[in-house]
């Protein structure tokens, strides 16, 4: 009996401590063949909390989520006709990754809106020179930035 709670235990742990976020979707330094920096989980399924950035792209439901930090390597696009978060909703999202012409999102996705009304996290600031170069833009998709 000890052997199976400790066996529960150590999966509970190994489950709680390998979430998956945003930052490990998006960090990536491999341009790929076409320059276009592919995520490192392209084409896996995962299960990502975050805090809406922006939301009601027209008549779909499609909308940007961040890890609740914010900055570089922490946004991404989320494409799902679901559900229709509003703008500080947290969510967590269990989705596909997959590159869209080089935009890295989350589809087929399974939505939940765990709480609203959270503050939204501060914009990056950038300048048109970090986003010139694809190597040095890449690290800002997704992400809410003000550009000076």
């Known amino acids: 009996m000890k052997k199976i709670l400790f066996f529960a235990v150590f999966v509970i742990m190994l489950t ?7 930052y490990d979707i998006q960090y990536t330094t491999n341009s790929g063949p076409d ?12 299960t990502v ?14 909308f940007f989520m ?15 006709y679901t559900v229709g978060p509003a703008l500080g909703d947290e969510v967590e999202v269990t989705g596909t ?9 989350l589809g087929y996705c399974t939505i939940t ?3 609203s009304g959270n503050p939204v996290p501060e914009p ?5 020179l970090n986003l010139v170069i694809p190597a040095q833009a890449e690290q800002y ?7 000076l």
């Open 16 to 22: 709680i401590c390998s979430a998956t976020t945003i």
């Open 35 to 46: 320059g276009t920096y592919p995520s490192p989980l392209d084409g896996q399924i995962v």
């Open 49 to 62: 909390t975050g805090i809406v950035t922006g939301a009601n792209f027209g008549q779909d439901n499609k």
């Open 66 to 80: 961040s890890d609740p930090e914010g900055g570089a390597w922490h946004g991404i696009y989320v494409y799902d």
């Open 97 to 105: 990754v997959t590159e869209y012409y080089g935009l890295t999102e």
């Open 113 to 115: 809106i765990l709480s």
């Open 124 to 128: 990056t600031i950038v300048t048109t």
């Open 141 to 147: 998709e997704g992400c809410l930035v003000q550009v």
